[in-house]
């Protein structure tokens, strides 16, 4: 399989990069306008009498106020965390997004609700926004990343609704990004990561294996610390109602679909959309789950370049949970990221391009579809990046038996 560009210096190359900008920035213009068309049109963060639409973001800043006001446990208690969301909007709604994080999350929460609600969620994106382009930016190694986080689809849906992804992306990025050159750092980003437990899977048995043991090992008392310090700031109660609240959350997502299986963007939600059962949904989703593991395993034992390496384990973090929604594909810009650096330093196969944009567009059709489409687009990366494992083995294989 011969690259497409071999160079990054030349001529050509230059000017698809200066097209990939170009498109990026188009693309990222045409949701601007739709976000800001539908501010106009009331259908997003403000309705037609003036009042706050709830969104995600809500949830947050209601559990940031009950924490202000001394009862951080109340938050996992959906009625007085439904008035409080009623308290940040200022009037009654139908809706309610429950709280379901771990009470180390509270630390944001309280920072956030301290600010006023349009403040607070306005400062959110933009922080949140700004740590995952600048990841990207540094991981491809050009400015492509900023505007490849303008353009990914899924950051527009947590700028949408105020959701998290942004900041998960940014501090899985920077683990992958710091493992080599700073170990320690490296590990405090996967210690911050923890307020989202079911990202975080794979890392302890690939730095295990890899033999990362200074990361491991700065990982774990990070999280500790961070674990320990909400206990202390919390209270018991807190960490108390949080495991409580962990059977609730899992049976109302999983088993009874309150969010609809459609959002779920996994195997697992795919089958429950099709109308599987949830001991069919399993059946399915943890062979994959493991099969993950292992091909994770294995990519990192192996003499491989690491932009692969890094792409594998933040794919196969999206494909070993069941409880992911469309924000958290954020992550999925992770591995095309390294793709891109991979491909500005060795040239990009056939095809591969047109891939990272069908698997882009995967994630904008999703409220189209209200169907786990994600699911096709991390597929479609993690076919990516087999490919080139499967010519490179097979380069080297015929290499060696000559």
Not at 24 to 49: E, M, N, P, Q, T
Not at 54 to 83: E, I, N, R
Not at 247 to 258: F, K
Request: aromatic share 12%; glycine share 8%; charged share 10%.
């Amino acid at each position: 399989m011969q690259p497409v560009s071999n160079s990054i210096n030349g001529g050509s190359a230059a000017g698809s990069l200066r097209s990939a900008e170009e498109f990026c920035a188009a693309v990222a213009l045409a949701l601007a306008v739709f976000l800001g068309a539908s501010l106009y049109k009331h259908a997003w963060l403000i309705d037609g009498r003036g009042l706050a639409n709830a969104t995600d973001f809500v949830s947050l800043w209601a559990a940031g106020l009950q924490t202000l006001d001394g009862h951080p446990a109340a938050a996992y208690d959906w009625t007085m965390h439904k008035q409080a969301e009623d308290v940040a909007l200022a009037h009654a709604t139908d809706s309610y997004i429950s709280w379901a994080y771990p009470p180390i999350y509270l630390f944001v929460g309280a920072g956030l609700a301290s600010l006023p609600y349009f403040v607070a969620f306005a400062s959110w994106i933009a922080l949140t926004w700004s740590a995952f382009a600048l990841t990207l930016r540094r991981i491809i190694g050009h400015r492509l990343g900023l505007f490849l986080a303008a353009a990914f689809p899924a950051t527009w849906f947590n700028v949408a609704i105020g959701q998290n992804g942004c900041l998960t992306a940014a501090l899985m990025g920077g683990t992958l990004l710091l493992l080599d050159s700073q170990p320690v750092l490296a590990g405090l980003c996967l210690g911050a990561l923890t307020y989202k437990p079911q990202f975080g899977l794979l890392f302890p048995l690939v730095l295990g294996i890899a033999g990362y043991w200074r990361t491991f090992a700065a990982a774990t008392a990070s999280a500790l610390a961070i674990a320990l310090t909400s206990w202390l700031g919390f209270g018991t109660a807190a960490w108390v109602a949080f495991f409580e609240a962990i059977p609730v959350t899992a049976n109302a997502v999983l088993s009874d679909g309150l969010t609809n299986f459609g959002k779920l963007q996994s195997l697992f939600g795919v089958v429950r959309a099709l109308g599987g059962s949830e001991t069919t949904a399993w059946l399915f989703q943890i062979p994959v789950a493991a099969a993950t593991a292992v091909v994770v395993s294995m990519i990192w034992r192996r003499p491989v370049p690491f932009e692969l390496k890094a792409a594998a384990l933040a794919t196969g973090t999206l494909l070993i949970t069941p409880y992911s929604f469309v924000y958290d594909l954020t992550i999925l810009a992770l591995p095309i990221a390294f793709l891109i650096r991979l491909g500005l330093r060795t040239g990009f196969w056939y095809g591969e391009p047109v891939a990272l944009v069908a698997a882009a567009a995967c994630i904008l059709l999703f409220p189209v579809l209200l169907m786990p489409t994600g699911l096709v687009a991390i597929l479609i990366v993690a076919a990516m990046i087999l490919r080139r494992l499967g010519v490179r083995e097979r380069t080297v294989w015929k290499l060696v038996n000559r």
